[in-house]
């Protein structure tokens, strides 16, 4: 079978973005933390959308072993994942490399306009690049053992 993945791989390790969600302890917390992370990862998808200069359309929310997906589609090509719990991380996928090119660009500059100027934020921004199928991307078992040594923290 032919193939040809190309993505954009995030990790937010140090948890700058305004939509990870940070642990809470009772249930209420919990769901208002939910609905200000959802709010936030709304304004942030809407000025992603702008940069990107295609509309994003959303596909809906997925929960798989307490992980949170919200999952978006691009409107000529690709789809786009954040979970939002901590690590939070994203990946944008493509078959077409200039689509990814050209949505790095765009995420980046959402970045930019999202975090705080300052060195770490630079650096997070600076490692977001484009890969193809022959990099390793993010599994799920590399997201697991990152959030297990978190929690040692």
Not at 28 to 43: D, F, N, V, Y
Not at 53 to 82: A, C, L, N, P, Q
Not at 115 to 126: R, Y
Request: proline share 3%; with cysteine.
């Amino acid at each position: 079978m032919k193939t040809k993945h190309i993505f954009v791989p995030v990790l937010d390790i140090e948890e700058m973005l305004p939509f990870v969600i940070k642990n809470k302890g009772k249930l209420q917390e919990k769901i208002k933390e939910q609905e200000r992370a959802r709010s936030e990862l709304t304004k942030f998808i809407e000025q992603l959308e702008k940069n990107y200069k295609e509309s994003i359309y959303y596909m809906g929310m997925d929960i798989i072993e307490s992980k949170t997906y919200e999952r978006f589609i691009f409107e000529k090509g690709g789809f786009f994942e954040v979970m939002i719990e901590a690590p939070l991380s994203m990946n944008a996928h493509f078959i077409d490399e200039k689509k990814a090119k050209s949505f790095c660009l765009a995420l980046k500059k959402t970045l930019k306009s999202v975090l705080k100027n300052n060195p770490m934020a630079k650096m997070f921004i600076n490692s977001i690049e484009v890969q193809d199928e022959s990099d390793q991307g993010l599994t799920y078992e590399k997201w697991d053992r990152m959030k297990s040594i978190r929690n040692l923290k």
